[in-house]
């Protein structure tokens, strides 16, 4: 950790390198597990969210409310295992840390361009094939790709962190 830290970097290092929620991210399938249940929660999540406002429904607002707080464990969790990777500023990584935060960067945003793809040509397809409008579709698709786009980074950091070695 470099010097010339403020005192909330200091604090939000110590919060992201905190081991009480090891046991949770110790192994590999334990992260996958974690990853796996972090992308359901979000799907659900945002899904709940989409139906309550374009919808415009109420239910699914109690649903979001549910899955929010499981939703921000596992995040914590994710954070915890990347030992902040890109929760912290730069000037609070070493070098490693952040050739390691450009490698995820790169790889999720290589990943978010083909759901970008993908989102373009199944809208255009829903609307040429079916019976669908694409003024319908396109902000729902475009939010679910926002949120895909935004949390990409972290399940890519999850799903790639090493196992770290034991302490004895």
């Known amino acids: 950790m470099t010097t010339g830290l403020t005192k909330y970097d200091r604090s939000l ?3 992201m390198n905190r081991r009480e ?3 949770f991210y110790a192994t590999a399938a334990r992260r996958r597990a974690v990853v796996c249940a972090h992308i359901a ?3 659900i999540g945002s899904a709940a969210w989409i139906t309550a406002v374009f919808a415009e429904r109420m239910w699914p607002l ?9 939703w921000c464990v596992a995040n ?3 954070n915890g295992a990347t030992r902040g990777l890109l ?3 730069s000037r609070a990584l070493d070098e490693r840390q952040l050739r390691e935060r450009d490698r995820v960067l790169a790889r999720a945003h290589r990943l978010t361009s083909l759901l970008l793809l993908a989102a373009a040509v199944g809208t255009g397809a829903l609307s040429w094939l079916g019976d669908v409008r694409v003024e319908a579709l396109i902000a729902p ?3 679910e790709v926002f949120i ?3 949390l990409m980074p972290h399940w890519v950091a999850g799903l790639t962190v090493p196992d770290e070695p034991d302490e004895d």
């Open 13 to 15: 290092y110590a919060v």
């Open 21 to 23: 929620g090891r046991p």
């Open 41 to 43: 929660l979000t799907a």
């Open 62 to 70: 109690f649903v979001l409310f549910g899955v929010l707080l499981p």
């Open 76 to 78: 914590g969790v994710i």
């Open 87 to 89: 929760e912290l500023r």
């Open 141 to 143: 698709v475009l939010v």
């Open 148 to 150: 895909v786009h935004a």
